[in-house]
């Protein structure tokens, strides 16, 4: 199942609403995560189940879909947020990651 | 807290063999599938291999299928990848990674990663 996520990169302002879109090949019901990634540092999970918040995660992160059309959603951007952001797939193996949005703070 | 330690990386050789660890504590690792995903230099993640909490079942990514074998032992809570005929473009940081509710089926996510090491495949 590929993913595409777009846009590839962005750059917003403090407080701006940015939307990160992923799209599967292929219908994966809700079994889709988003991760976070900061340079150097390992990825962390920002939702599971398309748009189930993972624990300790700020509630300004939020995501909706199903099939194969998902977001992600940053209500108020925040300086801390600037990172990449991918999508994955678990419906099915080999589980997939999309290529990435690099989202930076103007 | 759950924490995960990956050891064993290093520079190989063209066609070089390596064996990766990764020890985990604070949570009840049988209970878990574990994957381990990579990241070549400047690019994305990549998911490379899956193993069941028991260990019976197993599935690799088509890119480094029939070369790298993944297990664990469950007794001293340790994940394992042995990989052989490494090749320049194995060339990566490697994370293990924590689903955080499956065993094999249903998997949500990984809610926990290691550090990262670093396998470097040069001459």
């Known amino acids: 199942i590929q993913l595409t996520q777009s846009p590839s990169s962005l750059s917003a302002s403090v407080e701006d609403r940015v939307t990160i879109t992923c799209r599967a090949s292929q219908g994966i019901s809700y079994s889709l995560a988003w991760y976070q990634q900061k340079p150097g540092k390992a990825p962390k999970l920002l939702i599971y189940a398309a748009s189930t918040l993972h624990s300790g995660v700020p509630s300004r992160f939020s995501g909706s879909g199903s099939g194969t059309d998902f977001t992600l959603t940053i209500s108020s951007l925040q300086p801390e947020d600037s990172a990449t952001y991918y999508c994955q797939q678990l419906y099915s193996y080999p589980i997939t990651f999309a290529q990435g949005t690099r989202l930076e703070i103007k | 807290e759950v924490q995960l330690l990956e050891s064993g990386g290093g520079l190989v050789q063209p066609g070089g063999s390596l064996r990766l660890s990764c020890v985990a504590s604070g949570f009840t690792f049988r209970n878990y599938a574990m994957s381990w995903v990579r990241q070549a230099p400047g690019r994305g993640l990549e998911w490379v291999s899956v193993i069941s909490g028991s260990g019976d079942s197993t599935y690799y990514a088509d890119s480094v299928k029939g070369r790298f074998a993944i297990s664990r032992d469950n007794s001293k809570n340790t994940l394992y990848v042995q990989m052989n005929s490494l090749r320049a473009e194995d060339t990566a940081v490697y994370y293990c990674?924590?689903?955080?509710?499956?065993?094999?089926?249903?998997?949500?996510?990984?809610?926990?990663w290691g550090q990262g090491i670093l396998v470097t495949v040069s001459s």
């Open positions: 990674a924590k689903d955080l509710v499956c065993d094999w089926n249903n998997c949500a996510g990984f809610d926990s």
